[in-house]
């Protein structure tokens, strides 16, 4: 068996680092080579797993020696960028799920991945990465028809719409040949109110503990499709995320996609 794929955790203190720290516990194909946190936090020099024998240390900065394997960011938006350089700098695989991130910064993803395998999702779970096949299936067979993208979260998310939301307008919108950006309407209220042709309409809902709830619909006079993912529980984005750094390990620099990870 080939030796385990080292795996950097940035944004380890978070929901979802501390889920995918469980995940890689599970696993003896990728192995814990780093915990980073927030500069100045209280997890600093914490052990990760307390019971095991030499226990791995939360840390603010990563060790010299570590220059192979893949770095998994899972923080926040203005985190990103140091996140990014740090994989460039140790040539790491870049595997992240942070969301709300800019035009610059996606472009920077795109730059990236002329030097390193670069594999960003807004979300990493199985069902969605199908969903999203499904949408731009729908998409390209019924151009006409209009398309509202509708999701729910918990109270406490940064983003709005969530970036998969925003994934799923993209893929409908690059199977009709649209511009996303000039045909997004990210709320609607005021000017906004009245549905244009060619829209792709977004509704965000704040509510509860709900874990990630995407509706995408298509309509024209008389019928429509619903196409629906709700994810119950955040452990499917840690196992989508360790199987995707499983998966981009050793691959050659270039932009991959969950997708790619599923339907591969
Ligand atoms: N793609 C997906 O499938 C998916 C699924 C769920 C969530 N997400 C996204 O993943 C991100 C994290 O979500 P979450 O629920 O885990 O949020 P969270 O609990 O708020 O965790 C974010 C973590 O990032 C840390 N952080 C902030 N700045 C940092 C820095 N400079 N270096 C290292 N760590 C830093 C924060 O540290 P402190 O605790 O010290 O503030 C916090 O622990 C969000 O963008 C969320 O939307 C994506």
Redesign the pocket.
Known sequence: MSPPIPVVI????????QAILRVLEERDDVVLAAA????G?A?VDRPVYPSTEVPLRYA?ALAPGVTTGVLVD??????FD??LALALERRLAFVS????LDEPRRAALDRAAGSIPVLW?????LGVAVLTRLVRDAARALPEWDCEIVEAHHGR???AP???ALALGRAAAADRGQDFDAVAVLARAGEQAVRREAQIGFAAVRAGDIV?EHTVLLATAGERIELVHRATD?WI?AR??VAAARWIAGRPPGRYTIEDVVFS
């Open positions: 940035r944004g380890a203190a978070g929901r979802m680092g980073l946190v927030r500069a936090s997890q603010e899972f923080s926040v938006a203005e985190a140091t996140g799920g942070t969301t709300g999702s807004a979300n990493f779970s998310k940064l983003d969530s970036g998969t990630g955040r984005f989508g995320a």
